[in-house]
């Protein structure tokens, strides 16, 4: 099963890496999310079943899209599809930030890897692994299941902000379009 090949859009893949989304707000006020590409990424199959729309935290200045009706859970920041939809049991979209204990200046690509990306990837098959001096994507096939997990950070701040998307089967043919929503994540740092 960890053979599964998944492929994604490269054009959403480069937008990861360069401009115009993922981390932007250059240290003021985050600018609004833009849910545009993610909704443009949606499959035709899941029109109707699946949009993102903006949203925002000002207390911690970020903002994001997410998928519409998705609900939060236990987990702030962590939205589920609702009921009744077919994206399987274990899908859920998270966005948020985090400061690995004291909220201070660190090492954020170590502190990164040692939270979100290490276990992860020693977890499963790693299918993507794109690091930059501001932030890292990843996708680790387990099993039937994807994970994608995108982290931003800015030198000298007191936190990074990170996006992660665990897809069943059943939502892997949004993958694009859920790549595109954490890409829009708009961090302010």
């Known amino acids: 099963m960890?053979?599964?090949?998944?492929?994604?859009?490269?054009?959403?893949?480069?937008?990861a890496c360069g401009k115009g989304g993922g981390g932007g707000g250059g240290g003021g006020k985050a600018r609004d999310?833009?849910?545009?590409?993610?909704?443009?990424?949606?499959?035709?199959?899941?029109?109707?079943?699946l949009e993102f729309v903006p949203t925002r935290d000002d207390k911690h200045n970020l903002a994001w899209v997410?998928?519409?009706?998705?609900?939060?859970?236990?987990?702030?920041?962590t939205v589920k599809p609702p009921d009744g939809t077919n994206f399987g049991f274990m899908t859920k979209y998270?966005?948020?930030?985090?400061?690995?204990?004291?909220?201070?200046?660190?090492?954020?690509?170590?502190?990164a890897d040692k939270v979100n990306f290490a276990q992860l990837a020693s977890a499963g098959?790693?299918?993507?692994?794109d690091k930059r001096a501001d932030g890292r994507t990843m996708v680790v096939a387990l099993g039937d299941r994807r994970e994608l997990v995108m982290a931003w950070w800015k030198k000298g701040a007191d936190h990074y902000v990170t996006c992660s998307v665990s897809?069943?089967?059943e939502?892997?043919?949004?993958?694009a379009a859920f790549e595109a929503a954490c890409n829009a994540t708009q961090t302010g740092l």
């Open 94 to 111: 998270s966005v948020g930030r985090n400061c690995d204990g004291m909220c201070e200046s660190k090492d954020w690509p170590a502190v």
């Open 33 to 49: 999310a833009d849910p545009a590409a993610a909704n443009a990424a949606v499959p035709a199959e899941l029109k109707g079943q």
């Open 2 to 15: 960890k053979n599964l090949s998944f492929v994604f859009v490269l054009a959403i893949g480069a937008m």
């Open 167 to 169: 897809m069943e089967k």
């Open 171 to 175: 939502a892997q043919p949004a993958a």
């Open 66 to 77: 997410m998928p519409k009706g998705w609900t939060e859970g236990v987990i702030p920041g």
């Open 125 to 129: 098959t790693v299918e993507r692994d």
